[in-house]
């Protein structure tokens, strides 16, 4: 792991500038609780101690909760309170079918999750396409003023026009064919889940393991409105969200890290994570030598690099 700004990244890549419930344990992985929040019932997870400074962690696609199993309690074992929120249609989070399944839409709901549900100021980290609901819940007008955030992690992050990549695509054509929710049966889930999971894993064999597979699997087995949701979730993935938010970044003027994994598949550092860091040349960089869900491979990682950042 390395820690340089963000300004010395673009150069170092030869890059031209731009301008209330019961909480577990720190070494247990908690089931999912579930609160009432407008129209949703929003699954989540819970580490640490009412009290700590609270955190917010934003999973991705097709990831829920669960990315965050590790960081969780490392993160409660060193003093914070962390609330990790599961996103509608990818995770055992409830709502009306005709919902915003958009980045907007989801940006909405974590944003009256953390005003219902968490105390105070709080630090956010959103990883993945959580990235890109991150950056919305900081920068659009309807939502910003509503958010208790003092502080910004963006993690291997959707970016501008950088996504959504080929693998999520070619699921996109599908979700929005006639035959859909044929399509999208319950082995076809489990397969798209695991395939997209593993290629953003350096070591998916050892990683997947059958605890965190069962975790994923487990709502779209039980659930078909699950399955639809997540076929919802896939018709509304679109770039012009981030292409207006990312760029409004730079008037972000709190402490904010961005933190990659520089083997990413999917957001590579040298792409995605350049052109943010252009925009935010404030930032913190941190890259990791990781894969995309570093969460779940390099966790010690993770937690050592935000702790540091915060207490900076």
């Not at 007008?141 to 970016?159: F, M, W």
């Not at 319950?186 to 953003?200: C, H, M, Q, T």
């Not at 995309?292 to 990682?301: D, I, M, S, T, V």
Request: glycine fraction near 8%; charge should be negative; hydrophobic fraction near 45%.
């Amino acid at each position: 792991m390395r820690t340089i700004p963000a300004i010395a990244l673009a150069v170092a890549l030869c890059l031209p500038l731009a301008a209330g419930s019961q909480i577990a344990a720190a070494d247990e992985m908690p089931g999912r609780q579930y609160a009432d929040v407008g129209d949703y019932r929003v699954a989540y997870r819970e580490w640490g101690q009412e009290g700590d400074p609270a955190v917010m962690l934003i999973h991705g696609i097709p990831l829920n909760s669960v990315l965050f199993s590790k960081v969780g309690p490392l993160l409660a074992d060193q003093g914070y309170h962390v609330f990790a929120p599961g996103q509608l249609g990818l995770s055992y989070t409830d709502g009306p079918m005709d919902a915003d399944h958009s980045l907007k839409g989801q940006a909405e709901i974590m944003t009256a999750f953390a005003n219902q549900v968490m105390p105070g100021p709080y630090i956010l980290f959103g990883h993945d396409l959580g990235g890109g609901i991150a950056q919305i819940m900081v920068t659009d007008p309807e939502l910003k003023d509503h958010n208790a955030v003092r502080k910004i992690v963006i993690g291997n992050s959707a970016v501008l026009d950088m996504w959504p990549v080929p693998e999520a695509n070619a699921a996109i054509a599908k979700a929005k064919s006639d035959e859909a929710e044929d399509i999208f049966n319950e082995e076809n889930v489990r397969d798209i889940v695991r395939n997209f999971a593993s290629a953003g894993l350096l070591n998916p064999d050892e990683t997947l393991t059958d605890e965190i597979l069962n975790d994923l699997y487990g709502n779209y087995a039980e659930n078909a409105s699950t399955r639809r949701h997540f076929i919802e979730y896939l018709k509304a993935m679109d770039h012009r969200l981030t292409l207006e938010a990312s760029p409004q970044m730079v008037m972000w003027n709190k402490p904010a890290m961005l933190l990659w994994g520089i083997h990413d598949p999917f957001q590579p550092p040298y792409v995605s994570g350049v052109a943010l860091a252009r925009i935010m040349p404030h930032a913190t960089w941190e890259y990791l030598d990781a894969s995309h869900f570093y969460p779940l491979e390099r966790p010690q990682e993770v937690v050592d690099a935000f702790v540091r950042w915060d207490r900076e």
